[in-house]
Structure formats: structure tokens, C-alpha cells
Nanobody, 121 residues
């Protein structure tokens, strides 16, 4: 069984930084795109940043210049470095990944359990 396990969330003051990690564990054939989403109370889940298997990236306008997504393919891990955090960045952050369990299986989208990020003084 494949799992995505996030870590690194917490409470930080405005202007501070956090680094989120999401590691894929279990048996699988390959991972393609990975990304981070967030969901604030009363709001829909939104894309924060995505990264392809070759390293191409995309970001929500609200985080451009402040957040950086990266991945370590050898560790099957995606990271989100968050700098200059604002109160409006407060949300539960989820990672996702397109995973292929075997050569003959289709790609499936998997989600982590989420990690809380709170930006407050």
C-alpha cells in the first residue's frame, strides 16, 4: 500500500518560514507529478505549487516569490519551502502525487493526510 506522509507544519509568526516535506512510502513502480494544495476553513482546496518528474514547476500567484517547491526523486519526496509567511497562508496543506503501482497499472492520484500551517502573532 502506498502512503504519502507529510511533515513540517506548525505555528509560525508572520514573516517567518516553514519547510514542508511529503514522502511516498510503500511499493510502487513510478511517481510522476507531485504537488501541494491547501485548504483554509470555509474555502475550497486550492493548488499551491506543482512539480513535474523533470523538475518543471508552477505556482499559484499568491505564493510566487515566497514559496519554492522541489523534489528528491531518489527519496520519493517533495518539499515546499515557505518564506515570508502571511496570516492568509494559514491552512491545512496536502501533498499529492501521480503514482503508478506497476508497469501495467494506470496512473492514480494519491493524497497525503494533511498538515496544519498556522501563521499568527
Amino acid at each position: 500500500q502506498v502512503q504519502l506522509v507529510e511533515s513540517g507544519g506548525g505555528l509560525v509568526q508572520p514573516g517567518g518560514s516553514l519547510r514542508l516535506s511529503c514522502a511516498a512510502s510503500g511499493r510502487f513502480f513510478s511517481i510522476n507529478a507531485m504537488g501541494w494544495y491547501r485548504q483554509a476553513p470555509g474555502k475550497q482546496r486550492e493548488l499551491v505549487a506543482g512539480i513535474g518528474s523533470g523538475g518543471s514547476t508552477n505556482y499559484a500567484d499568491s505564493v510566487k516569490g515566497r514559496f519554492t517547491i522541489s523534489r528528491d526523486n531518489a527519496k520519493n519526496t517533495v518539499y515546499l519551502q515557505m518564506n515570508s509567511l502571511k496570516p492568509e497562508d494559514t491552512a491545512v496543506y496536502y501533498c499529492d502525487a501521480n503514482v503508478r503501482l506497476s508497469y501495467s497499472n494506470p496512473w492514480v492520484l494519491m493524497w497525503g493526510q494533511g498538515t496544519q500551517v498556522t501563521v499568527s502573532s
